[in-house]
């Protein structure tokens, strides 16, 4: 039992919730007891940390909840951002502005506002809100931690860490981690050569999805598409079948600086597949090219997939690394221990 930190209150995004559910049991395993709400429902407030994650939905309601209750009462707030940032490149001014506007924004759906009492700008809300969320993932986390809401910012990302304190909030890093939920040795014969798994997206990650997969089939290498449009998604244990069927699953960033090597990694390692990536933004050093994963640039994607499926031992010697990894140093129950090691430092402060 970590000091101070025996009840924790978890937020569900939805009513099936893997993700928190995972998240759930390690905190139990370690000791805690776990009383989950939904996101927009009221907040427990007799416990002794909040626990958000992601966020999926909207996020500073729970915030203004927790921070405006009266100490001593007052839970810790702890956020795990496990989603992206603004473009790194832009000039900070400009994405703290937009974060600004872009949280600003989202607060009338309150009503904090006459405006949003008056509900002059539905019409625009309804076209805002699923816009724009790195934005607004930002602007909250500096309105929130401003105003003394937010305890501990988390980020899964060493890099998007760095850039929050940019901004002036003391974000610090927890990396991501492998739930054994998502991992298990079937023992099938690994009959798909090449997996690609969830939404297309954008334009750019639809071409070089299409153009990679073209030069496969040319080769006469059997490739599955699981986008929720030729084929389904896949979740829980069928997604867990479909890595043990596969070699190679490929990750395809929709921007140089997206983060969606991390989630998909580890998926993906604990079921022995090799990932295959295009270059992206170095999010943690933990994750190594060329050791836990294999690295080629957008036109040698096809060419490198080709090459690891022809050399097998090679393959299965970055996959087994991977492995390791994720089922040693980088699991969930030891960045949630992490987690509650801030969270037990800062309640003893």
């Given at each position: 039992?970590?000091?101070?930190?025996?009840?924790?209150?978890?937020?569900?995004?939805?009513?099936?919730?893997?993700?928190?559910?995972?998240?759930?049991?390690?905190?139990?395993?370690?000791?805690?007891?776990?009383?989950?709400?939904?996101?927009?429902?009221?907040?427990?407030?007799?416990?002794?940390?909040?626990?958000?994650?992601a966020p999926y939905n909207?996020?500073?309601?729970?915030?203004?909840?927790?921070?405006?209750?009266?100490?001593?009462?007052?839970?810790?707030?702890?956020?795990?951002?496990?989603?992206?940032?603004?473009?790194?490149?832009?000039?900070?001014?400009?994405?703290?502005?937009?974060?600004?506007?872009?949280?600003?924004?989202?607060?009338?759906?309150?009503?904090?506002?006459?405006?949003?009492?008056?509900?002059?700008?539905?019409?625009?809300?309804?076209?805002?809100?699923?816009?724009?969320?790195?934005?607004?993932?930002?602007?909250?986390?500096?309105?929130?931690?401003?105003?003394?809401?937010?305890?501990?910012?988390?980020?899964?990302?060493?890099?998007?860490?760095?850039?929050?304190?940019?901004?002036?909030?003391?974000?610090?890093?927890?990396?991501?981690?492998?739930?054994?939920?998502?991992?298990?040795?079937?023992?099938?014969?690994?009959?798909?050569?090449?997996?690609?798994?969830?939404?297309?997206?954008?334009?750019?990650?639809?071409?070089?999805?299409?153009?990679?997969?073209?030069?496969?089939?040319?080769?006469?290498?059997?490739?599955?598409?699981?986008?929720?449009?030729?084929?389904?998604?896949?979740?829980?244990?069928?997604?867990?079948?479909?890595?043990?069927?596969?070699?190679?699953?490929?990750?395809?960033?929709?921007?140089?600086?997206?983060?969606?090597?991390?989630?998909?990694?580890?998926?993906?390692?604990?079921?022995?597949?090799?990932?295959?990536?295009?270059p992206f933004l170095m999010?943690?050093?933990?994750?190594?090219?060329?050791?836990?994963?294999?690295?080629?640039?957008?036109?040698?994607?096809?060419?490198?997939?080709?090459?690891?499926?022809?050399?097998?031992?090679?393959?299965?010697?970055?996959?087994?690394?991977?492995?390791?990894?994720?089922?040693?140093?980088?699991?969930?129950?030891?960045?949630?221990?992490?987690?509650?090691?801030?969270?037990?430092?800062?309640?003893?402060?």
């Amino acid at each position: 039992m970590h000091s101070g930190i025996e009840r924790v209150a978890l937020v569900k995004w939805q009513d099936s919730d893997g993700i928190a559910d995972a998240i759930q049991r390690e905190l139990e395993a370690l000791g805690c007891r776990v009383v989950p709400f939904r996101f927009d429902q009221a907040v427990p407030l007799d416990v002794d940390m909040v626990l958000t994650f992601a966020p999926y939905n909207r996020w500073l309601p729970i915030a203004r909840q927790v921070g405006t209750c009266p100490r001593p009462r007052r839970p810790l707030l702890v956020h795990w951002h496990t989603e992206g940032m603004p473009n790194p490149a832009l000039p900070l001014v400009l994405s703290r502005f937009m974060g600004s506007v872009r949280s600003w924004l989202d607060r009338l759906n309150d009503g904090e506002s006459a405006l949003g009492r008056a509900g002059l700008l539905r019409w625009l809300l309804s076209r805002v809100n699923p816009r724009w969320g790195r934005y607004r993932y930002l602007g909250e986390y500096c309105y929130a931690y401003e105003r003394g809401w937010l305890d501990i910012l988390a980020d899964f990302s060493e890099t998007q860490a760095a850039f929050l304190r940019l901004y002036g909030v003391p974000a610090v890093y927890v990396p991501w981690g492998t739930s054994p939920e998502w991992w298990a040795d079937l023992g099938l014969e690994r009959d798909i050569d090449v997996l690609w798994m969830g939404q297309q997206r954008n334009r750019r990650r639809r071409t070089v999805l299409a153009s990679v997969c073209h030069a496969l089939c040319k080769q006469g290498r059997k490739v599955h598409i699981a986008d929720g449009v030729e084929n389904p998604l896949v979740f829980g244990i069928e997604r867990t079948t479909i890595l043990n069927r596969t070699r190679i699953t490929l990750n395809i960033p929709t921007t140089w600086y997206h983060d969606c090597f991390i989630t998909r990694f580890h998926m993906v390692a604990g079921n022995r597949c090799l990932v295959v990536s295009e270059p992206f933004l170095m999010h943690s050093a933990e994750y190594r090219p060329g050791v836990h994963y294999v690295e080629a640039e957008t036109a040698a994607l096809a060419e490198t997939v080709l090459y690891y499926l022809e050399h097998a031992e090679e393959r299965a010697a970055i996959a087994e690394n991977a492995f390791q990894l994720v089922t040693t140093r980088l699991t969930l129950r030891n960045s949630v221990e992490k987690l509650l090691q801030i969270a037990a430092e800062r309640n003893n402060y």
